[in-house]
């Protein structure tokens, strides 16, 4: 069974603040960084029916080794990783508005690792059975692998799919 048509748009912040919102109903995911304080200027529109705000750094999965010498290094990083509760957040909150949106804009700073990474971890779980506009290979090719299997891993936890607590790293807005 197809479902109805889908779109989900990809882009980093100069893109969302200098474009104009859908013309059809859409939430937005805004990824940023840890730290950063900047104002960031999201299209709204009466048709706007949420936006989740994430803040996490742009680390992949990286091997065991690797990733204990980084954080040796830079143990502020390990607080700012993409991680389950993040996950469960970002499921929850496209869940949530699943049924009054056509569209749903997900944006990072460059809007070539994390939002791609977000994109197609919601392709593979939560809209798996939307009809989504849009080239899914890009998403997975380009996209941060880490964000993709904690997403991945969130939805195959059987862990419930409604209100979700969790970090300070998730806020509805």
């Known amino acids: 069974m197809v479902g109805r048509l889908f779109l989900i748009c990809v882009s980093g912040l100069r893109a969302i603040e200098d474009r104009p919102p859908?013309?059809?109903?859409?939430?937005?995911?805004?990824?940023?960084?840890p730290g950063d304080t900047r104002e960031v200027k999201l299209p709204t529109s009466a048709l706007l029916r949420g936006v989740l705000t994430l803040s996490f750094y742009d680390l992949p999965d990286m091997p065991a080794e690797t990733e204990a010498a980084?954080?040796?290094?830079?143990?502020h990083?390990?607080?700012?990783?993409?991680?389950?509760?993040?996950?469960?957040?970002?499921?929850?909150?496209?869940?949530?508005?699943?049924?009054?949106?056509?569209?749903?804009?997900?944006?990072?700073?460059?809007?070539?690792s994390r939002s791609p990474g977000l994109a197609a971890g919601l392709l593979d779980t939560v809209l798996l059975s939307q009809d989504v506009a849009?080239?899914?290979?890009?998403?997975h090719e380009r996209g941060n692998d880490r964000v993709y299997r904690c997403l991945r891993a969130a939805w195959g936890s059987g862990e419930p799919q409604g209100q979700v607590g969790g970090r300070g790293g998730a806020s509805d807005g």
């Open 70 to 75: 980084v954080f040796s290094q830079e143990p």
């Open 77 to 112: 990083l390990r607080a700012g990783l993409f991680d389950g509760a993040m996950a469960q957040a970002t499921l929850a909150f496209v869940q949530q508005h699943l049924a009054v949106i056509e569209a749903l804009w997900v944006h990072c700073d460059a809007g070539l």
């Open 22 to 33: 859908p013309d059809v109903p859409y939430a937005i995911v805004s990824i940023r960084t």
């Open 134 to 139: 849009g080239d899914r290979r890009i998403w």
